[in-house]
């Protein structure tokens, strides 16, 4: 795990993720009120600005419903902008962070108001990984961009990731094997954006279990609930 | 909702922990198994499943 | 499985030599107490021997190399001797006529051709019994006293295909809902059907496929965890499911578990603990695994690269 910044009195980064995680969830599941991004996570906060990083694309997830939030406007453009320019990928960024960065970027041009000129170009990202990596390492790559697994974001990623249907299947198997509830969420979700499943692997019981299994988890819990309410998988 | 984060903490002492959430490494495997098998596993009872029926033992007390 | 077949030839029959050649070292440990009706515990003595059979006589009737035919051949012939060819089969049901297991054992011998004629006018009478036919506990172990009652030609005492259909892989199973018992159970299931590889046909198509999808996902999980006989039993069904391919890296992970002498830990590195019975104990089970997958992967290379499916000696089976 990463280590915690060391603030006195500071809230760790992974808390303030998990607590953004659940507003979503409660969004995507239809609870509470509106969702607004920035009344979630505010402008001026460095602690939210990293948060919306590491919840990339699933930052704005809620307005990829229909129905069920009004964008936050000026706010919310304010905050994605900021979080955005604070953790741009550097020059030997991992594949992970660029692809995490582009699926913001893409999120924000589909899901905001103010159109693609508000928002930085996406970054070109390296994607000879989803033909070269053995199975077992594009699973876990795959569920650490989880967020990507939106409508309208990543479609290139989706369909050249089709033809590693089977594999991530398998990933999934080996992810609830080794009580990685985290990546066994991450992969359902992106397998329920997949078209031809193995419908042996079971995926819908499958999301419920490793839902339940994960005792709360927040980051399982919205991987779970966007794999319902965007692709109609987990029943 | 909003968490109390009153302390300024440095952006760039953040990024570290932003990757480091973002690109964490794949934790090591729990494997945990379902118990009452275990020590049929331990003696590796496999090949033809569980043991045998009871059988009277040439001592009678120890029926 | 195509282009050059030499290199996992040369290590799947490295591996099942050196196998067979511990097993050969030990072979005493195999022998059966003086009290193995009675008082000795089944468990540590009739099922070492009854797993010594049935995979050397695989190995002795399938291996393509006449060494290692002849190696097993010899095992095999041993574990007969060490029955008093059948005689102790008759013991075994005269003390107790309702267990599963000297049905299960002769069915391995019955089937070779080695016969006991009192054991067969013995297993007639305890076997038409209604109470025979009583629900078991466990159906993949019903499957193969049903695959022992068809080797010695008893009526089978329940319907194969109804059996099989409440196991993990008659239910198909989610691939991840596997725990290792279930694991065991379905390769087991597997060599029931498909009498120990020889059979792979009957493999039904929708479970082929399922078997194929997830056998590389289940590998990998046991392989992390070096439990190197379930691993081996794995790496077995691979070799019963059609087009199925050649599995390099599993192959050489399981290789490098055995050990110079021969022998194949359970898990991990095991025990250095320098105790001879504990050794065999550990072993003996892995071992027989990694030379029986090691068999029937060599046939399925041969056949594959002949250009037609595996089969293993079907015609062998006892009339």
Known sequence: MAEQAQGAGAVPLSAVVADAANGVVLALAGGGDPYALSRLLRQGDAMASAAIRVLGADALAPYALDHRAVPGGENDEAVVREALAAYPPGPDASAVSVWTYRGLVEASHAFLPGGADRFPQAPRAASAWVTDDPWPKLSHRVSQLAALALPGVAQDLADRLTARTDDLARGFVRAVRRRDWLQAAGLGRWLARLPDVPPTLGLDTGLAFVRQMSDGDPRVALHVVAARQFYGRGG | MIMDRTSHVETAALSAEVEGLLDSAEPQGVFRDTRECEGALLL???LLGSPPTPRPKTDPKAR | MSGDRAAPASLLDHLVGGALGWLDTVRDDFRLPPDVTTDADPDHTLKPLGELAELTYLISTSHPRDDLRRAAG???????DETREGELFAELVRGEPHATYPVEIYGVFAQAGLRAPAVDRLLAATTALRGWRVAREDHTRTLGVLNAERRIGLAPHADFTTVLERTNLGMLSEPWALDR???YGLTHDVFHLTDWGRAP?????AYADYLRLWLPAWLENWLDEQLWDLAAELLAVTACVSAAPYDTVAWQRLAAAQESDGRVPDLGAGSSSGDHAATFTSCYHSTLATAFAGTLTRVA??????GQRAQ???????P
């Open chain 2, 44 to 46: 590796a009872l496999l």
């Open chain 3, 74 to 80: 010899g095992l095999f012939a041993f574990a007969w």
């Open chain 3, 181 to 183: 018992k279930g694991a």
């Open chain 3, 201 to 205: 046909g009957r493999l039904p198509p």
């Open chain 3, 301 to 306: 290379l041969d056949a594959t690269g002949a």
């Open chain 3, 312 to 318: 293993v000696h079907e015609s062998e089976v006892a």
